[in-house]
Structures are given as C-alpha cells and as structure tokens.
C-alpha cells in the first residue's frame, strides 16, 4: 500500500483528515480564468515589452512615437534606436502640439529603478495623449541583446 493509500483510508475509516501543506506560491489562489484574463489583458494596455517594440522597427510596423524621457546627456550616451529624446520636465502641452491627438507614445526611462517612464506616463495622459510605458527601459533593451546607439 503506498502512503497516499494509506492516508486515503484513514480518512475513509474516520481519522483525522491529514494536513496537505501547500507552497508559499499557492498559499494564496491562483484567480479564476476570467479574472485572471481581465487582469492580464487590462495590464498589456499600460505597457509593452522591449522585443515587442523590436520587433515593430524591424517589421516597419512603427504605429507610436517611442520616446526616451532621460536627461539629454543620458539619451545621447545610449538610446533605442529611433527613439526620440522628450526629457521628463519638457513634456508640456506646448512640446506636444507637433504630435496629433491620436498619436500613441512608448515611453521609457533608465530601467526598472527608475521611475521617470511612470511620471512621463502619468503627464502625457494627463494632456489626454494615449501612452504606453516600455517596461525595462534601457537596461531591458540591452539585457534582451538589442544594443543602444549613441549619438
């Protein structure tokens, strides 16, 4: 009889039920599909990946503006290629009257200890522009192999 049998039937015969224990992951439930579907979907509308927006310059697939939000002295020592430099505090109404209403912006920042691509999000949709934050930032462009220019 193996243990799990054995277990089985002293259960079966009136014992004590045996405590299953249960790993640190699961000590709290996964949600239900649907949930967990909502959850997932409504995450991907803040933010996209860097292979991903790789993979649009290199398909020419390019339907948003990617915009590096560092100091300029950072941008020019490093940058997405065919990214633009809006640093942080120069994201104004002003700044962004060249760009349709419509025009959708991947901002992204050093990496993820830093919090600027957060804040250019949270100006940019407060002048009502569509924004999405490139999670990783630079240190995530290079970490997946892709290489920063210079200018």
Same mark, same amino acid.
């Given at each position: 009889? /193996?243990? &799990?049998?054995?277990?089985?039937?002293?259960?079966?015969?009136? #014992? !004590?039920?045996?405590?299953?224990q249960? #790993? !640190?992951?699961l000590?709290?439930? *996964?949600? *239900? =599909?649907?949930?967990?579907?909502?959850?997932?979907?409504?995450?991907?509308?803040?933010?996209?990946?860097? @292979?991903?927006?790789? =993979? =649009?310059?290199?398909?020419? /697939?390019?339907?948003?503006v990617?915009?590096?939000?560092?100091? !300029?002295?950072?941008? #020019?020592?490093?940058?997405? #290629?065919?990214?633009?430099?809006?640093? &942080?505090?120069?994201? /104004?109404?002003?700044?962004?009257?060249?760009?349709? *209403?419509?025009?959708?912006?991947?901002?992204?920042?050093?990496? *993820?200890?830093?919090?600027g691509?957060?804040k250019?999000?949270?100006? &940019?949709?407060k002048?009502?522009?569509p924004?999405?934050e490139?999670?990783?930032?630079?240190?995530?462009?290079?970490?997946e192999g892709? @290489? &920063?220019?210079?200018?």
């Amino acid at each position: 009889m /193996t243990l &799990l049998q054995a277990k089985q039937t002293e259960v079966a015969q009136g #014992s !004590r039920p045996v405590a299953r224990q249960v #790993s !640190r992951v699961l000590e709290i439930a *996964p949600a *239900p =599909s649907p949930v967990a579907f909502e959850h997932f979907a409504k995450k991907l509308t803040f933010e996209t990946d860097c @292979a991903d927006v790789y =993979s =649009s310059f290199a398909s020419g /697939t390019v339907d948003f503006v990617l915009v590096d939000v560092r100091a !300029r002295q950072a941008y #020019s020592k490093g940058h997405v #290629s065919g990214a633009i430099n809006i640093p &942080l505090l120069t994201i /104004t109404e002003d700044r962004m009257k060249e760009y349709s *209403p419509e025009t959708v912006f991947v901002v992204y920042c050093t990496g *993820p200890h830093c919090n600027g691509a957060n804040k250019a999000a949270i100006r &940019l949709s407060k002048l009502g522009r569509p924004v999405k934050e490139m999670i990783g930032g630079a240190t995530g462009w290079v970490d997946e192999g892709f @290489a &920063l220019v210079e200018e």
